[in-house]
């Protein structure tokens, strides 16, 4: 899969502070999330592959191109909805959109089309022609959506698409994005501090922290290939982890229904088979039993937030300053 | 009961489609801010309510040349060519309603992009930072044309009607030519002088307040410092209501209010003021923070 965003080594500061301080990432095809805290440089990336910031140093290349020299050839490909929700609020989203669409370069016939087309997609066909200052936080966030997606941009740069919506809204929104970057074919970078979501819909994710990329890859890669057993069973489970205790093997009790197994040094396959045998002699029913992967929030927390360095979880670092494509390893 | 249409009738999902025409660029960009500005300013696609300033003073501005013309229609000609207005002393009539323009309409062109996080999404468009203060000064002088080159014309235009014009070709032309000079340097002043304004608040109403007390405010001290305190004539040049339309009586070659100003230096310090704001306007857009 080819190359979205390319950034080495990418530095910049803002008088004393330093906002990005070498920053190194290959982004593949799909949904990307772009996590990390408040400060961590989330906007500053988005706004430095829009173009917008010049690197102090490093190198950046979204869709081939150099941002900072080719801005206007890359912003005509890519669509950005931006954090905030204010917009011109006696303006119509129907309008908004299509003169966007306009101003990204499409002729006035085919902006007026997609317009309609687009604001449709997103769930907002009705209210089209209504004015954005009487719409609710998650209409306009749809209208934001719609306005990046006007002029069918091949990468869709999305800053907390999520902000200021209720646990429904949220939902929604999270499977138009999803629509949007599987069944549209659109690449998308979405920003976010929520872990969860990202988890939900992302196909690999970049973790900025302290102004360096501290892990990056396909999610399956983050979570580790496995650092012990989840046995789940309808009750018994403290009988089960006594058992399995007296086999020699690290155990700790994770509610009445839940055992969990490990760290596992080398290889886990004989483990299973003597999980397997111990919950028959015990005579629980078993109700699963999976490897066991770190969640997207135990990466994250995992991960030194200062800028320094990694952080003790040794897994998922692993990716750092990595390559996050669906296809290819993390380096 | 019975149903009617077609069997095989359905809703047509048109999914998404995508885009595979040309893709006009920086100059289309351009244009589309260009045109969108102009109406805005005018009230155009917008409410009733929005027209409702841009119609006033246009009418502010063009009622006296109506009026000029219908009494060179009415009255006979040797009468009427006595109450004739120069066209140069014509702007005497309509700084009000020039000064009331500028100040209803350049912040609702140039404050609201920041206010409303627009320009931020305009610059995510292949639109320069440079890019869009070109589309938006061109719109803003555009509109501000308006009353400064459009009421002087329609005089031309009237008197010409009435057999009380120039003669032509010569003497019309070169009327022409010193009333679109006239008529631009008094829009590019203001766009200027309201742009650096504008930049400095992302408030409507501050940057409109901002506008004609700079404006009228500087004329009142100025004027003080000068025929009151008796300072030197120069300071005239920080006269910014009334430095333009000492231009226009420049070029229409008529007699001038301060006389004690030569021509040309006047025309460098009023240049020297738009190369000012323009720096103003270019530095504060060039810093501007858009993404968060």
Not at chain 1, 145 to 162: I, Q, S, W
Not at chain 1, 169 to 197: C, N, T, Y
Request: aromatic share 6%; charged share 20%; hydrophobic share 45%.
């Amino acid at each position: 899969m080819d190359a979205v965003v390319e950034a080495r080594g990418v530095v910049k500061r803002y008088g004393a502070t330093t906002a990005l301080s070498g920053a190194t990432v290959t982004i593949g095809g799909g949904v990307t999330g772009l996590l990390g805290s408040n400060g961590a440089g989330k906007t500053t990336l988005l706004g430095m592959l829009l173009g917008l910031h010049r690197p102090d140093s490093g190198e950046l290349r979204v869709l081939g191109l150099d941002p900072s020299k080719a801005g206007p050839e890359v912003r005509a490909r890519v669509g950005y909805a931006p954090e905030h929700h204010e917009l011109p609020p006696d303006m119509s989203a129907y309008d908004l959109v299509r003169h966007l669409a306009e101003v990204h370069g499409l002729p006035h016939r085919e902006a007026v089309d997609r317009a309609s087309d687009v604001l449709w997609l997103v769930g907002l066909g009705e209210e089209r022609l209504r004015p954005v200052g009487t719409m609710s936080t998650g209409q306009r966030q749809r209208v934001k959506l719609a306005a990046a997606l006007g002029h069918d941009p091949l990468l869709l740069l999305l800053d907390e698409p999520t902000d200021g919506l209720d646990p429904t809204q949220r939902d929604a929104m999270l499977a138009l994005i999803k629509r949007v970057g599987h069944e549209f074919g659109i690449d998308i970078v979405l920003s976010s501090h929520l872990l969860d979501e990202v988890e939900r819909i992302c196909d690999q994710v970049v973790i900025l922290a302290g102004g360096v990329v501290a892990a990056a890859g396909p999610l399956e890669e983050l979570r580790g290939s496995g650092t012990g057993l989840v046995v789940e069973v309808d009750g018994g489970a403290e009988h089960l982890a006594a058992a399995l205790h007296t086999r020699g093997l690290p155990v700790s009790l994770v509610g009445p229904r839940r055992v969990e197994v490990g760290p596992i040094d080398g290889d886990d396959g004989p483990v299973y088979d003597i999980v397997r045998d111990v919950v028959a002699e015990v005579g629980v029913p078993l109700r699963n039993l999976r490897a066991r992967r770190a969640s997207l929030e135990d990466v994250f927390l995992g991960l030194d937030h200062s800028g320094d360095g990694l952080g003790s979880n040794p897994e998922p670092a692993a990716a750092a300053a990595g390559t996050a494509t669906s296809a290819g390893p993390a380096r | 009961m019975t149903t009617t249409g077609p069997a095989d009738a359905h809703i047509a999902d048109r999914g998404y489609r995508r885009y595979t025409g040309p893709r006009l660029g920086p100059r289309a960009a351009k244009r589309a801010l260009y045109v969108a500005s102009l109406q805005r300013a005018l009230g155009l696609r917008r409410k009733a309510r929005y027209k409702v300033i841009p119609i006033l003073v246009a009418v502010m501005a063009y009622l006296p040349a109506a009026v000029f013309v219908g009494v060179s229609a009415l009255v006979p000609q040797e009468v009427g060519r006595n109450l004739q207005v120069d066209y140069g002393n014509y702007y005497g009539f309509i700084t009000a309603a020039i000064v009331l323009f500028v100040a209803a309409t350049v912040p609702d062109v140039m404050c609201t992009d920041r206010r409303t996080g627009m320009l931020g999404l305009y610059l995510a468009a292949p639109l320069t930072r440079d890019g869009y203060l070109a589309a938006k000064s061109a719109a803003v002088t555009t509109v501000l044309a308006v009353v400064t080159l459009g009421p002087p014309l329609l005089l031309l235009i009237g008197y010409s009607l009435v057999e009380a014009g120039p003669a032509w070709p010569v003497d019309g032309v070169v009327l022409v030519v010193r009333m679109i000079a006239a008529g631009l340097t008094v829009a590019l002043w203001y766009t200027a002088l309201a742009m650096a304004v504008c930049c400095l608040t992302d408030r409507r109403g501050l940057a409109s307040a901002g506008i004609a007390l700079g404006t009228l405010g500087s004329a009142a001290v100025v004027s003080a410092l000068v025929d009151g305190a008796k300072l030197s004539p120069w300071l005239r040049a920080a006269d910014l209501f009334n430095l333009p339309f000492e231009l226009v009586r420049r070029i229409y070659g008529q007699p001038a209010e301060f006389p004690d100003l030569a021509t040309v230096p006047l025309f460098l310090a009023a240049l020297a003021w738009v190369v000012a704001a323009a720096v103003l306007v270019r530095t504060t857009y060039q810093r501007l923070q858009v993404t968060k």
